[in-house]
């Protein structure tokens, strides 16, 4: 048995998460999905208050889930999806977890490649340089571009309409320029070889982390001596952990825990 923290990304409400914890509950783990800071137990009270969000940078992020990490009496797993695989990365490296898990994780510093497709996911947020102070939510069409492009029209906008919310624009500033910045709060220790066992996934059809940057981020890991593992989801896109594939991206994350001894 293992405790299991989840941890959300950008634009989707940790509710999200919810078959995930049964899901690993039904395997003897004890899960929770806490919310971001500013985050409403709802999503739609979340989409109500966008401001409440607003501002929260990196660093306060992964300060806020360190305290959570910090309540257990050892560390326990984290599983990240997007901005939450980064901040999984983090905390990982900080001795705050015992394994990590970044299902397509926003991209660390050191990540030099910019798909076009990543581009355009971002220019919502990242076109409008106060968003840097506001909390943003994505549009219908913007969210069929960013997460549910591999998916029928029907399921993207059922996703959109059901964990779709408000999020910080902050951090996505900070990840933009983090190869200009040498104290990026998205800078990682990736050379780390005292850290817990580290999962990547990438989708080869995801648009918001294509799956050149997840494999961007393995790649400057290659110092470590600690465990770095990658997995590649053939056809899946950023919905991955929502869509009707979610058990499969599930499933793989428990295999993986298990056959590195995290979990027995």
């Known amino acids: ?118 581009l355009r996911s971002a220019l919502p947020v990242l076109g409008n340089p106060l968003n840097r102070s506001r909390a943003r939510a994505l549009t219908q069409s913007q969210w069929r571009f960013g997460f549910g492009n591999a998916l029928s029209p029907a399921e993207s906008n059922s996703l959109w309409e059901q964990w779709s919310i408000p999020s910080p624009g902050k951090p996505l500033f900070e990840v933009g320029t983090a190869n200009f910045v040498p104290n990026s709060a998205a800078k990682v220790d990736t050379s780390n070889s005292t850290r817990g066992p580290l999962l990547i996934t990438g989708g080869t059809a995801d648009h918001t982390v294509p799956l050149v940057t997840a494999k961007g981020a393995h790649r400057l890991y290659r110092k470590s001596q600690a465990v770095t593992d990658f997995h590649e989801f053939e056809g899946r896109g950023h919905s991955l952990t929502i869509d009707h594939g979610w058990r499969d991206v599930a499933d793989t994350s428990l295999s993986w825990l298990a056959q590195r001894g995290v979990t027995r």
């Open 1 to 118: 048995m293992a405790n299991v923290v989840f941890i959300h990304g950008l634009w989707v409400s940790y509710t999200a998460w919810q078959p995930w914890i049964e899901h690993f509950a039904a395997q003897g783990h004890h899960a929770l999905a806490p919310r971001w800071p500013g985050e409403h137990e709802t999503a739609a009270a979340s989409r109500e208050n966008p401001s409440s969000q607003a501002g929260f940078s990196l660093n306060d992020l992964t300060a806020h889930f360190a305290d959570v990490l910090g309540e257990f009496e050892s560390p326990p797993v984290v599983i990240g999806h997007s901005f939450g695989g980064l901040i999984a990365q983090k905390l990982l490296s900080q001795g705050a977890a015992s394994a990590a898990i970044a299902i397509d994780p926003a991209p660390i510093k050191g990540v030099r490649a910019l798909p076009l497709a990543q």
